[in-house]
């Protein structure tokens, strides 16, 4: 925040209607106002979408904060912590979601042709996951101080 005083303030016949401060008028300015102006135009010129934006988007947080008085974060130990909160309570309003939205006959179907795909496919995905571990751990291999690129050969150092 940017504070601008001028001493022209005190000798300025209007000073009395502009300000009640006997050192004058201070105005602050955030060193962000020319992007607060730009989205204030940017919502005014689209604000049919802005509109929208509210009713879709930022419902779950009108929600989470005011119906489930979640306001606050109470794991304050890190980001990682607070980032596990705030995910565990939108699965929740997700899950609710879908409670509400979806028949339960018809969320059991789904979930049975899910499990039913997967099992089908295990064995297929048991490959993929071993190509993709087996790929890591070669990179990370690569990427020790243990192997010397020079030549090729594992050079295990003292």
């Known amino acids: 925040?940017?504070?601008h005083k001028t001493s022209a303030c005190l000798s300025c016949e209007l000073f009395k209607?502009?300000?009640k401060n006997a050192r004058g008028r201070l105005?602050?300015?955030s060193q962000h106002a020319d992007l607060i102006y730009k989205n204030k135009v940017r919502i005014e010129n689209n604000y049919e979408?802005?509109?929208?934006?509210q009713a879709i988007v930022e419902h779950p947080y009108g929600v989470i904060k005011r119906q489930w008085d979640f306001y606050y974060i109470m794991t304050k130990k890190s980001i990682k912590h607070a980032s596990a909160d705030v995910g565990l309570i939108f699965t929740a309003y997700n899950?609710?979601?879908i409670f509400n939205l979806v028949d339960l006959n018809m969320l059991k179907m789904y979930l049975k042709r899910t499990a039913l795909f997967y099992w089908?496919?295990?064995?297929?995905l048991k490959?993929?996951?071993a190509v993709v571990n087996f790929e890591i751990n070669v990179s990370a291999f690569f990427k020790?101080?243990?192997?010397c690129s020079g030549n090729g050969l594992y050079l295990p150092q003292n």
């Open 1 to 3: 925040m940017k504070h």
């Open 17 to 19: 209607k502009c300000t």
């Open 27 to 29: 105005i602050e300015r």
């Open 49 to 53: 979408i802005y509109r929208r934006r």
């Open 95 to 97: 899950l609710k979601r």
């Open 120 to 124: 089908l496919n295990k064995t297929h």
């Open 127 to 129: 490959a993929f996951y």
């Open 144 to 147: 020790s101080r243990n192997y």
